[in-house]
């Protein structure tokens, strides 16, 4: 049997289904049991845990042959990042007590940064708390989600994009989650010793221009883009309701200036297979589908 934290999102869901598709058993371990019924009808158990719960979180780790951990995403931490360290903290008590067989635990491209604080901060500091935990664990470092471009959109259909990643002809580093999902599955299911990283990118980098260019095809009509000026980052993230914007603009920073990049240790980046083209498809149905069931609701 197999642990799944975030089993109700899109990696965690991708994981879920690439182990029942392989006929493993798994255990999805949830907040609110209530609003994960569709697993429990695809024949997992289900587990209430929250991530800051240390003894939940070992009940639900307890006797499985692995443990996927995807942390809930803060993209407005404390200057301190004291949410990452208290959960780094729960993490390392649960999985030391619970001792499973192995750990995917899912990181970040970037992770190894410590000479600039970053909104990929936390991930840095919950991988460092979790080497101290003697359990076989696989730090999955992924790319910048293709599916970030699910805000650019409705936009799209405008014939306009904003890009904060720059220059607009920049190649980045970019996969898409169904990749995480299939890889994070393969990975559990192996047997290995020691903490190793994983990194895995996309096909082929992609330039903000070939998001716009791909938003375009698909849409039969012109989309250009164009930069957010970096002198804006900070009061228009303020505006929208953010505290602590500095974290962000660093990360956007460090994708921009190339030290946001992978480690290319253990073997190499791992490629996956989901070209760009199919996500953003994917995303303008999924758009489409929403809006077409507002206005019949």
């Keep these: 049997m197999f642990a799944i934290t975030g089993i109700t999102g899109q990696v965690g869901g991708e994981v879920a289904r690439n182990l029942l598709a392989g006929r493993q058993t798994v255990r999805g371990v949830v907040r609110d049991v209530n609003k994960a019924k569709v697993w429990a009808e695809r024949g997992c158990e289900l587990m209430a845990a929250d991530i800051n719960d240390a003894a939940a979180l070992t009940a639900a780790f307890e006797g499985v042959d692995g443990v996927f951990v995807l942390v809930p995403p803060n993209f407005d931490p404390s200057p301190?990042?004291?949410?990452?360290?208290?959960?780094?903290?729960?993490?390392?008590?649960?999985?030391?007590?619970?001792?499973?067989?192995?750990?995917?635990?899912?990181?970040?491209?970037?992770?190894?940064?410590?000479?600039?604080?970053?909104?990929?901060?936390?991930?840095?500091?919950?991988?460092?708390?979790?080497?101290?935990?003697?359990?076989?664990?696989?730090?999955?470092?992924?790319?910048?989600?293709?599916?970030?471009s699910n805000w650019d959109v409705a936009s799209a259909k405008n014939g306009l994009i904003?890009?904060?990643?720059?220059?607009?002809?920049?190649?980045?580093?970019?996969?898409?989650?169904?990749?995480?999902?299939?890889?994070?599955?393969?990975?559990?299911?192996?047997?290995?010793?020691?903490?190793?990283?994983?990194?895995?990118?996309?096909?082929?980098?992609?330039?903000?221009?070939?998001?716009?260019?791909?938003?375009?095809?698909?849409?039969?009509?012109?989309?250009?883009?164009?930069?957010?000026?970096?002198e804006t980052w900070e009061p228009l993230f303020k505006s929208q309701g953010m505290k602590n914007p500095e974290p962000r603009v660093q990360m956007l920073d460090g994708f921009n200036e190339g030290w946001i990049k992978f480690e290319g240790k253990d073997g190499g980046v791992r490629k996956g297979k989901v070209e760009l083209e199919t996500v953003l498809r994917s995303l303008i149905e999924i758009d489409g589908g929403a809006k077409a069931r507002s206005t019949t609701t």
């Excluded at 990975?187 to 190793?196: F, N, T």
Aim: overall charge positive; charged content about 20%; some cysteine.
């Design 162 to 230: 904003q890009s904060f990643l720059q220059p607009l002809d920049k190649p980045v580093p970019m996969v898409a989650t169904a990749d995480i999902g299939c890889l994070a599955a393969e990975l559990l299911q192996e047997k290995w010793k020691g903490h190793r990283v994983v990194e895995l990118e996309g096909l082929s980098p992609v330039t903000p221009k070939e998001i716009a260019a791909t938003f375009a095809r698909l849409l039969g009509r012109p989309v250009r883009v164009e930069a957010v000026p970096r």
């Design 80 to 148: 301190d990042f004291q949410e990452a360290r208290a959960i780094a903290g729960t993490l390392n008590r649960a999985l030391d007590s619970a001792r499973p067989r192995g750990v995917v635990y899912l990181s970040t491209i970037g992770a190894q940064t410590t000479h600039h604080l970053n909104l990929l901060s936390q991930h840095t500091i919950i991988e460092q708390a979790l080497r101290k935990v003697s359990v076989p664990i696989t730090f999955l470092r992924p790319a910048w989600f293709m599916e970030n």
